[in-house]
């Protein structure tokens, strides 16, 4: 449980850097479900020093266009005083490197296309902007 509160702490800086709307319970409740179930994907605190400083979410999928198993960096925040150290190159390695252990052929990630530096990073890190816009319909439950 103390892991699932200090992510959701996370979730909640990430989101306000981000300006995205942000509900404890609705976030603990999906973190908690994810969590519990590694076919969904997996999450990984970041630390340095022994300290936690972030966190990253990998969720798994399927893909025809990319024969095969695909994956969706869903959630990557380091707080702000840890950045630019080469901390995030780090973790996405690390995190590419468990995502070709679990079988998977292509890892996508979103960028807002004000955020520059994480940009950066990314096309650093090899992926690629391939000129497609992300569009997402939420479906009523």
């Not at 702490?9 to 942000?22: A, G, T, V």
């Not at 780090?90 to 955020?115: I, P």
């Not at 902007?129 to 992300?134: I, K």
């Amino acid at each position: 449980m103390a892991d699932i509160d200090l992510i959701v702490d996370f979730m909640r800086q990430f989101y306000e850097f981000e300006q995205y709307p942000f509900d404890d319970q609705a976030a603990s409740s999906a973190l908690e479900r994810l969590i519990s179930d590694s076919a969904l994907g997996h999450v990984l605190i970041i630390s340095e020093d022994l300290t936690s400083i972030g966190y990253i979410v990998l969720t798994l999928g399927y893909s025809l266009e990319y024969h095969g198993n695909d994956a969706f960096i869903d959630e990557f925040y380091i707080q702000a005083s840890h950045r630019g150290k080469g901390i995030g190159s780090k973790a996405l390695k690390f995190v590419e490197e468990r995502a070709q252990v679990l079988g998977v052929k292509a890892l996508h990630l979103e960028v807002e296309r004000r955020n520059k530096a994480s940009q950066g990073l990314y096309l650093k890190s090899g992926f690629d902007n391939n000129d497609r816009y992300l569009m997402t319909k939420l479906l009523k439950s």
